[in-house]
């Protein structure tokens, strides 16, 4: 069984920094895409930031939503299986359930691609 574990959201003021991590684990034999999408109340959950495999520790390819470029960076460290998002100059519109996604190919003896996702992560942004 795969899991996606989510860690580091909390309370910060405006202007201030966090850092998510998501740990995946279980039977993995490899993992394609990772990425951070996030969920308002009231809102879609959306995309925000992703990163391709790649890399020999961390690496590869960047996509971030337009809102956060620029203040967001997204990174992986292929071999402890974990994406991070640094989040900067957080805003109020940046407050939302922030959850991990990753394209992993697992299951054991008869291994099979498939989308996991994390159970969420809160940022809460308020002075």
């Known amino acids: 069984q795969v899991q996606l574990v989510e860690s580091g959201g909390g309370l910060v003021q405006p202007g201030g920094s966090l850092r998510l991590s998501c740990v995946a684990s279980?039977?993995?034999?490899?993992?394609?895409?990772m990425g951070w999408y996030r969920q308002a109340p009231g809102k879609q959950r959306e995309l925000v930031a992703s990163?391709?495999?790649?890399?020999?520790?961390?690496?590869?390819?960047?996509k971030y939503a337009d809102p956060v470029k620029g203040r967001f960076t997204i990174s992986r460290d292929n071999a402890k299986n974990t994406v991070y998002l640094q989040m900067n100059s957080l805003k109020s519109e940046d407050m939302a359930v922030y959850y991990c996604?990753?394209?992993?190919?697992?299951?054991?003896?008869?291994?099979?691609?498939?989308?996991?996702w994390g159970r969420g992560t809160q940022v809460t942004v308020s002075s």
């Open positions: 996604n990753a394209y992993i190919l697992g299951g054991g003896r008869s291994p099979y691609w498939q989308d996991y």
């Open positions: 990163i391709s495999s790649g890399g020999i520790t961390s690496g590869g390819s960047t």
């Open positions: 279980g039977s993995i034999d490899s993992i394609a895409s």
